[in-house]
């Protein structure tokens, strides 16, 4: 990688990203929908492979592009059984599209008048992998929120086991 | 040609905005955890670009990239436990059936 992103490069993965997630909220089938979501997840890994962020990409493609899909497959499977369940009408709603295009908007333009981000040239520096968990595991860097995140993960999976298991309706 | 920081911003604002769409306008249970899950993934693109443009050094927003993973991925797996109970309860995973507790 040399000191600057490729455009070429980032072009093709915005547009993947874009285009999935339009894919997935215009497509009718929750199925089609999930597997547009599944690509936009690969591509976004792809953006952060571009941004020398090599653990944040395998750790989305591991943790979004294979758990979560493999989730979303499976309550899809479970909660619309029959192929009429899943295909479903539009959902347009003029409301909702008005705020999240004004809202956008919004964004896009505070993010083309802040001059703090403007020409920023990209750092040289890059660490890597070995860097980032020297930093994760010490003791003044992120140990302790680390330890935090398990605890997180743990008390999400007692509570989803403990509202899904089998019991009294 | 070469890429700043701000087409990076820019394009998590557009999914951003994608996700928020799907979230105000989806019926279906599972449609509404998708969009979210396309937010987290918006934030995530911002927190990474802008530690490596800011603060490549440090890298703090690699380490609020992976926090913020880990806190969506126990949402995900709370959301569609609770699709799953819904589900069992009500034979149907439409929000607009979610209305019990309405006053």
């Known amino acids: 990688m040399t000191e600057t992103v490729s455009g070429i490069a980032f072009g093709v993965l915005a547009f993947l990203c874009v285009g999935g997630a339009i894919g997935m909220v215009v497509s009718k089938n929750i199925v089609h929908a999930a597997f547009w979501l599944l690509e936009v997840t690969v591509a976004a890994a792809g953006v952060f492979l571009l941004l020398d962020a090599d653990y944040v990409a395998i750790v989305q493609l591991l943790v979004?592009?294979?758990?979560?899909?493999?989730?979303?497959?499976?309550?899809?499977?479970?909660?619309?059984?029959?192929?009429?369940?899943?295909?479903?009408?539009?959902?347009?709603?003029?409301?909702?599209?008005?705020?999240?295009?004004?809202?956008?908007?919004?964004?896009?333009?505070?993010?083309?008048?802040?001059?703090?981000?403007?020409?920023?040239?990209?750092?040289?520096?890059?660490?890597?992998?070995?860097?980032?968990?020297?930093?994760?595991?010490?003791?003044?860097?992120?140990?302790?929120?680390?330890?935090?995140?398990?605890?997180?993960?743990?008390?999400?999976?007692?509570?989803?086991?403990?509202?899904?298991?089998?019991?009294?309706? | 040609m070469h890429v700043g920081v701000e087409p990076f911003l820019m394009l998590a604002a557009v999914l951003f905005s994608i996700g928020l769409y799907g979230a105000l306008s989806k019926k279906a249970t599972v449609m509404l955890l998708m969009s979210l899950e396309l937010m987290s993934i918006a934030v995530n693109i911002n927190l990474v670009a802008l530690s490596r443009f800011v603060t490549p050094k440090t890298m703090e927003g690699l380490f609020f990239a992976v926090f913020t993973m880990v806190v969506s991925a126990a949402e995900i797996g709370l959301g569609l436990g609770l699709v799953l109970a819904i589900y069992r309860q009500a034979r149907t995973s439409e929000v607009t059936n979610l209305s019990e507790l309405k006053g």
């Open chain 1, 64 to 169: 979004y592009a294979v758990a979560v899909a493999i989730l979303m497959i499976f309550s899809i499977m479970i909660t619309l059984r029959r192929i009429e369940d899943a295909v479903r009408p539009r959902d347009f709603s003029a409301v909702a599209a008005a705020l999240s295009a004004l809202f956008c908007a919004g964004i896009l333009w505070t993010v083309h008048a802040f001059p703090a981000v403007h020409a920023q040239p990209l750092p040289a520096v890059a660490p890597d992998v070995a860097a980032f968990g020297k930093l994760l595991f010490s003791a003044e860097g992120w140990s302790l929120p680390f330890e935090i995140a398990s605890l997180i993960l743990t008390a999400a999976l007692i509570g989803a086991v403990w509202w899904t298991k089998e019991g009294d309706e």
